[in-house]
T-cell receptor, first 114, second 114 residues
Framework: NAGVTQTPKFQVLKTGQSMTLQCAQD?????MSWYRQDPGMGLRLIHY?????ITDQGEVPNGYNVSRSTTEDFPLRLLSAAPSQTSVYFC???WGQGDGSPLHFGNGTRLTVT | KNQVEQSPQSLIILEGKNCTLQ??????????LRWYKQDTGRGPVSLTI?????NTKSNGRYTATLDADTKQSSLHITASQLSDSASYIC?????????????FGGGTRVLVKP
């Protein structure tokens, strides 16, 4: 059981470049989300989706786009990379947003923007 | 602003010893409190989820306690093992007026030495 798979594991971008971080889950979870993790700070929600075709902004959405065309996939797009987007990005999924539904995280993408 | 504060930021313990991690939160009202374990270079993995009406929950050598009156939780690790070396993250889900969102603490980094 693969769970949540993120690719790539590492990426270096130059300022202004764009890229897509991939996330796929094989647990048929309706809820998927993207977080960024910076040193000394808690995980912060970027965007989330409660099902195919439905997305919404989280706490820090600026500079990022998402789409959800299938239940399994939830890619995160960086439109024009900035050094402030240097971070570790985690994708997570769960049965729902409600009580008792733990998040299942991927192993992250470490992004450096120079 | 809803906050989740964890202490200490880091600690070192000897293999076989016990330790307790603290989590104080201001999220109110809340529906549940979660503890996650994050190994270096990996995504967080759920350890326990407690609703506001639960006082304690165990997962093997991990025992979480919750005092909703004082808005404090603790995670106790019994007979620590080298594999317990990780960051431990406290997460609180709000409810009602606090919003149905997760607020993450900054984590406590635990190093278990032989």
């Amino acid at each position: 059981n693969a769970g949540v798979t993120q690719t790539p594991k590492f990426q270096v971008l130059k300022t202004g470049q764009s890229m897509t971080l991939q996330c796929a889950q094989d647990m048929n979870h309706e809820y998927m989300s993207w977080y960024r993790q910076d040193p000394g700070m808690g995980l912060r929600l970027i965007h989330y989706s409660v099902g195919a075709g439905i997305t919404d902004q989280g706490e820090v959405p600026n500079g990022y786009n998402v789409s959800r065309s299938t239940t399994e996939d939830f890619p995160l797009r960086l439109l024009s990379a900035a050094p402030s987007q240097t971070s570790v990005y985690f994708c997570a999924s769960s049965w729902g947003q409600g009580d008792g539904s733990p998040l299942h995280f991927g192993n992250g993408t470490r992004l450096t923007v120079t | 602003k809803n906050q989740v504060e964890q202490s200490p930021q880091s600690l070192i313990i000897l293999e076989g010893k016990n330790c307790t991690l603290q989590c104080n939160y201001t999220v109110s009202p809340f529906s549940n409190l979660r503890w996650y374990k994050q190994d270096t270079g990996r995504g967080p993995v759920s350890l326990t989820i407690m609703t506001f009406s639960e006082n304690t929950k165990s997962n093997g050598r991990y025992t979480a306690t919750l005092d909703a009156d004082t808005k404090q939780s603790s995670l106790h690790i019994t007979a620590s093992q080298l594999s317990d070396s990780a960051s431990y993250i406290c997460v609180v889900r709000g409810a009602g007026a606090a919003g149905n969102k997760l607020t993450f603490g900054g984590g406590t980094r635990v190093l278990v030495k032989p």
